[in-house]
């Protein structure tokens, strides 16, 4: 996605964290949906922020509920996220792998000055450590981890 030339990629993630907590419609001490994406309301173009149930599809829930949109910054001007694909070495620009999460992203952001003639990039690489917990998870001691689909230990062969 762009917005007048710039990278506008949207990103979406689940937290309890209150701080992006906005919405009257569902409770805030639930764990929820953050959704991170430019936009231009009122003329004012920048990065907003939205609050999502986790029960809920966000199309759905955005076009049900047309939920409030808060501006983060409007000096923000590209807002970029790769996904490191560790099988071919590269990063991308889609994460394909439906439940689960990348091992590490590459996230750049372009702010303007106040000017708005001089841009800053910030890149920052950022490792999930989670990501390799779930993808090779520890063996159970008890070796419930290690039965098949008929109840029989792989070990006990």
């Not at 001490?29 to 939205?50: A, H, K, S």
């Not at 609050?51 to 501006?71: A, Q």
């Not at 996904?83 to 590269?90: D, G, L, P, Q, S």
Request: with cysteine; net charge negative.
């Amino acid at each position: 996605n762009y917005i007048d030339g710039f990278s506008a990629d949207k990103i979406s993630f689940v937290t309890s964290n209150k701080f992006f907590h906005h919405s009257k419609i569902f409770n805030e001490n639930i764990p929820y949906r953050v959704c991170l994406f430019f936009d231009n309301l009122d003329n004012l173009e920048g990065l907003y922020t939205t609050s999502i149930p986790i029960t809920m599809d966000e199309d759905d829930y955005i076009n049900n509920f047309n939920p409030e949109k808060k501006l983060v910054s409007s000096s923000i001007k590209e807002f970029e996220i790769l996904f490191w694909n560790k099988e071919n070495k590269e990063w991308e620009k889609k994460w394909e792998k439906e439940n689960s999460i990348p091992e590490r992203i590459l996230l750049s952001i372009t702010i303007l000055t106040s000017d708005n003639h001089k841009s800053s990039i910030y890149d920052r690489i950022i490792n999930i450590p989670v990501s390799e917990s779930l993808n090779n998870p520890l063996p159970s001691p008890s070796g419930i981890n290690n039965l098949t689909t008929s109840g029989i230990s792989n070990n006990d062969t």
